[in-house]
Structure formats: structure tokens, C-alpha cells
């Protein structure tokens, strides 16, 4: 990546009172967690999404799905965070004076393990288990929860506390995802295809509320043309870059 372009994002980030870093499975894609849609490792290029993350699919066949989610889980406790990750949590410390949001579509957990500490997970999180009826009942996803159970509040089935294809977001999680969007002065956008809304919204939201967009992705996405800059790297070294010139030139 030019170094011009680096300094001119390092100014931009020096220069503003809000920052927004929005997530995909790109992200995580270094850690060894497959994508969902790149080529042939995508998740959803193996296995059909509306079998074993629709609601519809987890309520035909709780089992199926509960299984399928339970080895994507197994998977992510088998892996960590990567250089992305923690160049992002450095990203947060080193911005001091400034509000800094991490707002993921990933359901991993890697950002606060990273050591984000202002993460919201619009699409929630494989780690924890509520009930369906939302009827209070919420624990975390332990080994002992090998197959779906019945909530022991009301009855009700128990399934993993993410949103699945056919539901909405959670109003108070996303009202906020939508409000740090509206206000950030900076917005990364990071390891996502844009191809699932509301989520996929907010990019466009910070744009026409005056942010400076910044893509991060080795590929093109349909919102390169509208970013204000589209760095084609991986997540790992820009933000290290990143980092690096912040903590070289005083921040
Ligand atoms: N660094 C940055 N970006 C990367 C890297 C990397 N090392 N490797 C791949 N990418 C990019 C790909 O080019 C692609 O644009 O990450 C993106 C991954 O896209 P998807 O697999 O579609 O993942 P995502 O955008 O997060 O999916 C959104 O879809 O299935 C639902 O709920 C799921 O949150 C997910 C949502």
C-alpha cells in the first residue's frame, strides 16, 4: 500500500473525534476461520445457510443446526485472535481522546478477546445460548450443551444467542451500531462483502453523514466505488501500518 496513502489516513484518524471500525469474516479470515463466501473455503459454498443458520432450518431440524453451529464454535476456541485483531484493540488505545466503536457482523468474540473494549455485535455471538422465546433464559454455550434443550424457564426451545437468516437484529444493539455510524468522522470498513443487510447499511449511513470511508479488503466489494479510500491489503498489516505511523508520529 502507498505510504502517501497511509499518512493521509493517519492524518484523518489524528484529526477526528470519532472512529468506527466495522467488521466482517475477513477479519478473522487469518485466524483460520473460513469466510462465508470466498471461493471454495466460503462456509456457504459446503453447507446450505438455510439448513443450519435460518430460523426456519434450526426450528425444522434443531439438531442439524445446533451440531453444525456447535463445530463452527468448537473451531473458534480452537483458534485466536490475529495481528488484525490486536492492532485494532492498539487502535482503541492509542486514540485516547477519542470515541472509538468496534462494530462486528462477526460472531466470533475475537475483538474483546483482542482487547476491544466498545464492541457491538449486530449479528451477536456463537459463546452464548438464550431461549427462543426470549423469555429471559440466557447462559453461555458450555461443553455440557451438546444437543438443543428445552429452556428450563418456560419450555421453550434454547438455541444459540446469534441472529440467524429470517431474523431481525437486536433493536437496541443496532439503534446503537446506527448511531455510531451517524456521528463517526472516520469508518473502516473491514473483511465484509456487504451482501447482508441492515448490517450492510451502515457504511453508506456514516458516508452521507459526512465520515471518511475506508475500505480494507485484498478484493473489490460494491462499496469500493463509494469509499472515500480502497485499500487493497488484508486486515493484519494495514492495521499495523496503522498503528505503527500513529505511535511514529504522535497521535
Ligand atoms: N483481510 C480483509 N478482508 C478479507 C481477508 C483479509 N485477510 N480475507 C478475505 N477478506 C474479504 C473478502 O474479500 C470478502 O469481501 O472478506 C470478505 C468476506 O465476505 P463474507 O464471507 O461475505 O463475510 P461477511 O461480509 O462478514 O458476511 C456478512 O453474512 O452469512 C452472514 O451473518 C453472516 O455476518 C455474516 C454476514
Request: overall charge negative; some cysteine.
Amino acid at each position: 500500500m502507498q505510504s502517501m496513502k497511509l499518512e493521509s489516513i493517519a492524518e484523518i484518524v489524528r484529526a477526528a473525534s470519532e472512529v468506527v471500525i466495522f467488521s466482517g469474516a475477513g477479519l478473522s479470515a487469518d485466524s483460520g476461520i473460513p469466510t462465508f463466501r470466498d471461493g471454495a473455503t466460503g462456509l456457504w459454498n459446503n453447507v446450505d445457510p438455510d439448513e443450519v443458520a435460518s430460523i426456519e432450518g434450526f426450528l425444522r431440524n434443531p439438531q442439524r443446526a445446533w451440531s453444525w453451529l456447535l463445530g463452527l464454535r468448537n473451531l473458534i476456541d480452537d483458534r485466536r485472535p490475529n495481528a488484525g485483531h490486536y492492532a485494532i484493540a492498539r487502535l482503541e488505545e492509542l486514540c485516547v481522546a477519542k470515541q472509538v466503536t468496534v462494530i462486528t457482523q462477526n460472531i466470533d468474540g475475537y475483538h474483546a478477546r483482542a482487547g476491544n473494549e466498545n464492541v457491538l455485535e449486530v449479528h451477536g455471538t456463537i459463546h452464548r445460548v438464550r431461549c427462543h422465546r426470549h423469555c429471559g433464559f440466557v447462559a453461555g454455550w458450555d461443553e455440557s450443551s451438546l444437543d438443543p434443550y428445552a429452556c428450563p424457564a418456560c419450555g421453550a426451545p434454547v438455541r444459540p444467542d446469534l441472529v440467524m437468516f429470517g431474523e431481525a437484529l437486536d433493536e437496541e444493539v443496532f439503534a446503537n451500531a446506527q448511531l455510531r455510524s451517524l456521528t463517526a468522522d472516520v469508518f473502516f470498513a473491514v473483511g465484509t462483502s456487504f451482501t447482508v443487510q441492515p448490517a450492510a447499511r451502515l457504511p453508506l449511513w456514516a458516508k452521507r453523514a459526512g465520515a471518511v470511508v475506508i475500505e480494507v479488503n485484498p478484493h473489490p466489494t460494491p462499496l469500493s466505488e463509494a469509499a472515500d479510500y480502497a485499500i487493497r491489503s488484508g486486515a493484519s498489516p494495514f492495521f499495523a501500518a496503522l498503528c505503527a505511523n500513529l505511535e511514529a508520529v504522535g497521535r
